[in-house]
């Protein structure tokens, strides 16, 4: 890919059932088709057709495939089918420069929509909308497009008039092209039609680009000079204008099709090449230094030094492992030797791939911007980044949000054991928020997410994608443990029965800290402890705080500071000064008010009105404090902080509250003090004593 500004790498999202998968084929088949239009020399008979046809349909459901439209390269990347806050959609969010919103026509902007559409808002990935189904009884542009205003609070810029309606649906009207786009009854997309626009719809279509225009005009001071100067923008203005609006965010192009009747597909195309972004419109990319965890910069061109980040890793029947990567600087070439940020160890790239929907074509390198495959990496995982040897950096952050919930997992057959820990490994290696552990006492495997939700889905995939079946546990919250205020504690570990002893003798202050896990410095002289043994005493601080004071849950929020202690000639070693911070530690922990904290989520209900009284009675009881209420047509939308404690089987309580009509989602927010009454009962349960410090 030479022209960097041809290249787009964008990715669909949609509510259930909107029609995103429809959406895709159509896309794949049409691009597929037109570029091989002009092989009709080649002898693609219709049976070879056919076959790369089927073909197509498990490459589908690939991670990223490539094709030609008009001159320009897409990489259309998968996106997670869920919403739950995962790395997953995080690391997809940051590979894709653009994303295409597929809402249905008849129900418009659906609540699921919202959750993806915001998680595309906070990464400021540029969107542009189709509203799909323009064939369904119910259809209506006018409906979907005011929804996109309410629900989402965005500005969306429609640049298309529907042709007929409903199952009358033939085509669009271009409104700033001035041309109209329509498909037979029976059709395969291939028999579109440019025609002037229909002399019954002049009218609307005159209408809604002026409002287009004016909108335009508004999002940009340039533009606006312009239209104050000539009265109207030019058709390249507009576009030119829109995209840059898009980029921005300001604006949201808005088109419609019928994905199911291949109709507007075409159109489609062309505006996720007008107007979704070029990797060289976006700003740099950000990372750390894997060490000195400094910010750096990358400019997106193949000039700045190789990074790269791998955003899956597949098993190919055919090529052994693969993995796609997405170059973001410089040039990752086959048969160079590259490092891993993660690992910090050396990889060699045997060979790169360009993905296409019907074949994979083996290139020399990858460019910045571009995506593909790359086969020879042996230590290397999903999230890892691949850099320049000379040149270190870490594209994903290093540090993920601690699970907030977990819960036992058995298989339903004894003899799947292996299997089901080895399937857990791999969900665990792609996804940092997803751990697998086995406790030592009960012998029990244990898995832990971000939610409910998150852990619900990844059982679903070892049904789904290797038809294993298991058993879970009842969830359980993953409290945190920390302190109420500052202490002084001293530990000693000092063994001297002759021979060689053990000397080791540290006093630390420790204090509670509002954020993260720990906070380590130390204000002592290397007279009094030999400065190599204070990353001894640190792994003695963390040894102890895996394993908390009150009930064993880790703690957090600690700072301790070295500030006093005393050596010994011989016998001081690291073991004795690791175990002395552990004393000290464990001794100050009773001593400092210990606390027990709760994770909190932060939760939005949306609920037709006539539900509201029963659903705000219902989170007044699990305790959740309600935030902010606001009415989007005809429902309320709630956003409060929940307990996840308080939350298990919220989402039946909510159904027959509402009889089916309300949703719900939640995240993880942050960790609070759990209020005494409640961290009692937790006490009590697993105890079997009251609180005590
Ligand atoms: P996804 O869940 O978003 O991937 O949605 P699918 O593409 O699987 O579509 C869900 C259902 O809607 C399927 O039964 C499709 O055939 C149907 N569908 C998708 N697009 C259209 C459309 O444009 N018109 C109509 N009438 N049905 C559609």
New binding site residues.
Partial sequence: MDNLEKLRNIGII?H???????TTERILFLAGKIHRMGNVDDGNTTTDYMTQERERGITIVSAAIAFDWKGYRVNLIDTPGHVDFTAEVERSLRVLDGVIM?VCGVAGVQPQTETVWRQAERYGVPRIISV??M??VGANLDNAVQTISEKLGANPAVIQVPIGAEADFRGVCDVISGKAYTWGEETDGTDMVESNIPEDLAETVELVRSNLIEIVAESNEEALGKYIENGTLTSDEIKMYLRRACVAGKLVPVVCA????YKGIQPLLSAITDYLPSPLDLPPVEGIHPKTKEVIKRNLNSSDPMSALIFKTVSDTFLGSMSYVRVYSGVLKAGSHVSNSTTGKKERIMRCLHLFADHREDVDQLEAGDIGGILGLKQSHTGNTLHDPSHPISLERMEFPEPVISQTIEPQTRGELDKVIKVLRSYAMEDPTFVIKNDEETGEIIISGMGELHLDIMVSRMKIEHKLDVRTGVPQVSYRETIGKEVTSRGRYIRQTGGKGQYGDVTLRIYPIPDGNLEFSSSVGGDKIPEQYLKDIELGVKDAMMSGKILGYPVVRLGVEVVDGSFHDVDSSSIAYRQAASIAIRDGFSKAEPVLLEPIMSLQVIVPEEYLGDVMAGLNKRRCKVQSMELQGNSQVISALAPLSEMFGYATDLRSATQGRGTHSMEFKKLEVTPPDVRDKVVLAIRGIPWQQ
């Fill in positions: 949609a259930i059932d909107a029609g995103k998968t429809t597929v799909n189904k064939d369904r019928s994905a199911f009747k």
